[in-house]
């Protein structure tokens, strides 16, 4: 199972809103609607921002959000702060019953 | 709350054998299965597989048959992975994780693996 394509990085200034594509196939993103995004900042664990491409856990910041189209998944992240500056994981459910991450983006707040 | 605390980090030998622990408090252990997590420096989380704490089931990812064994004791709600002749591309951080409903809620605070001569 190939690991899903995201951009190796993206920027924002503060307040700026970006987005952050997950490309995977009809075997992974495409087929099921579990997947989940990941936010990691240096030295840390990564925490849960999204799951089941829409939902944001208890206690995350309702500027993040997430959407699907076919194959392709979205995070997006309005009104940039700089403590959002970190890399950013997605993940999904595939068809032979394994969990596949993508390859990951890093945020800079510039 | 839920915690997922692991074990320190490891230097070993090349062909030694490491076992991580990850000892859960916060819920009822055997409730949700343990995945764990490799993350190389610099490189994205793998998935390396799963135990069912219910059934005791271990599903392994491509790549991590063999050498990786999961397992776990109730008494002590704490979930292993033993990984047997390491080889210097084991170097990674082993993350446990819980799952819930299709989606990794909760993750230990990850544990470094060094193999080195």
């Known amino acids: 199972q190939s690991a899903l394509t995201q951009p190796a990085s993206v920027s924002g200034s503060p307040g700026q809103s970006i987005t952050i594509s997950c490309t995977g196939t009809?075997?992974?993103?495409?087929?099921?609607?579990?997947v989940s995004w990941y936010q990691q900042h240096p030295g840390k664990a990564p925490q849960l921002v999204i799951y089941e491409v829409i939902n944001r856990p208890s206690g995350v910041s309702h500027r993040f959000s997430g959407s699907k189209s076919g194959n392709t998944a979205s995070l997006t992240i309005s009104g940039l702060q700089a403590e959002d500056e970190a890399d950013y994981y997605c993940n999904s459910y595939t068809t032979i019953n394994t969990w596949v991450f993508g390859g990951g983006t890093k945020l800079t707040v510039l | 709350q839920v915690q997922l605390v692991q074990s320190g980090s490891e230097l070993k030998n090349p062909g030694a054998s490491v076992k991580i622990s990850c000892k859960t408090s916060?819920?009822?252990?055997?409730?949700?299965?343990i995945n764990w997590v490799r993350q190389a420096p610099g490189q994205g989380p793998e998935w390396m597989g799963w135990i069912n704490t219910n059934t005791g089931k271990s599903t392994y990812a491509q790549g991590f048959t063999g050498r990786f064994v999961f397992s776990f004791d109730t008494s002590v709600n704490t979930a292993y992975v033993q990984i047997s002749s390491l080889k210097a591309e084991d170097t990674a951080v082993y993350y446990c994780?819980?799952?819930?409903?299709?989606?990794?809620?909760?993750w230990g605070q990850g544990t470094l693996v060094t193999v080195s001569s």
């Open positions: 994780v819980r799952g819930v409903s299709w989606k990794f809620d909760s």
């Open positions: 009809s075997s992974d993103v495409g087929g099921f609607n579990y």
């Open positions: 916060g819920y009822t252990f055997t409730t949700y299965g």
